[in-house]
């Protein structure tokens, strides 16, 4: 099955891995429709793929949970403190990549700064009526944390489900290597990059989501309360509400 995958949902990725490896707080959002743009038109028709197929209607609890969880994790990943952690947790990636450690670093040094600074433009409420979750400004004030917790849960379901499949790794390496050819007169190293580091860090970061719960690291859920999510629904939210 098609999973539009592109590289924001990569780097999405990524940066959810290392932050967890150094036990922080976050999740991230990142504004795909913008970093959509230039990247070709194959890519901007894989956005609809992509979205979470829930049925919105006016005044659904979904939407004011996508905006606080977006704005929580939004906060964090503005810190400096959370961002210098991701970054030393990338670099020991790379440091695995004996030969090709300082291309890695490189790598990882540009990518990085513009995700962050990508991140600083996102506004909750824009993101999540773009992305299909607020359909407009009529939204219930006072959101239960049941609702963030239940849109939390059924978020790392979705991003869990696309690391086990192995078409989505393959579409993964596939876009970075494309990605690759704009990186001027070092295209070969970065697909080498690619080819041996990224594997990795998709198993590592199936591996950290099944044995973390993200949703309480980033507040989403009550630490204290054994939250039980099962099938996404808007029913299942209204009546957290």
Known sequence: MGLGLR?????????????????????????????????????????TLSKIPVRVERGSPLCPACEKFTEEALSYLSQKQSQDKMMEVLHEACSQTFSLEKKCVEFVDSYATLLFAKIAEIKPEEFCKRNGLCRDNALLSGVRSESTCVFCHHLMDEVLSKLK????????????????????????????????YIPLILVNGEKFLEKNDICTIVQACDAGKKTMVGPFSEEGLLRDA
């Not at 990524?14 to 194959?42: H, K, M, N, P």
């Open 165 to 196: 499949d192995p078409d989505a790794e393959f579409e993964i390496i596939q876009i970075l290597l494309k990605e690759c050819k704009k990186i001027e007169g070092h295209e070969q190293q970065c697909k080498r990059l690619v080819l041996q």
């Open 7 to 47: 590289l924001p949902f990569f780097l999405l990725l990524l940066l959810l891995v290392s932050l967890g490896a150094a036990q922080g707080r976050s999740t991230v959002f990142l504004d795909i429709q913008e970093e959509a743009r230039g990247s070709g038109q194959i890519i901007k028709d894989q956005l």
